[in-house]
């Protein structure tokens, strides 16, 4: 079995509070793994190929507690689509 390990090194997000921004970063990250690691999506992606830009559409950003977490699930399985060949 492979592991995946996301390290996000830049994000930039404007108009955040840093406190904010590190919550939504390390949200990301950790659906980004969970997308990622899910093995039939995986099995679509798994060969080498490049994709040197993705657009992911207009995501909606929520505020409250539970917006940084939406906003992220819908970036990740956004990625996970993106990365199909």
């Given at each position: 079995m492979s592991h995946i390990r996301v390290n996000i090194e830049r994000l930039v997000l404007k108009r955040f509070e840093p406190l904010e921004g590190k919550a939504l970063s390390n949200e990301l990250e950790a659906q980004l793994q969970h997308v990622l690691a899910n093995p039939a999506t995986r099995s679509e992606w798994a060969h080498s190929h490049r994709t040197p830009v993705m657009t992911?559409?207009?995501?909606?950003?929520?505020?409250?507690?539970?917006?940084?977490?939406?906003?992220?699930?819908?970036?990740?399985?956004?990625?996970?689509?993106g990365l199909k060949p």
């Open positions: 992911l559409g207009t995501m909606p950003l929520e505020g409250g507690k539970n917006g940084p977490s939406k906003f992220a699930r819908c970036v990740a399985q956004a990625v996970g689509r």
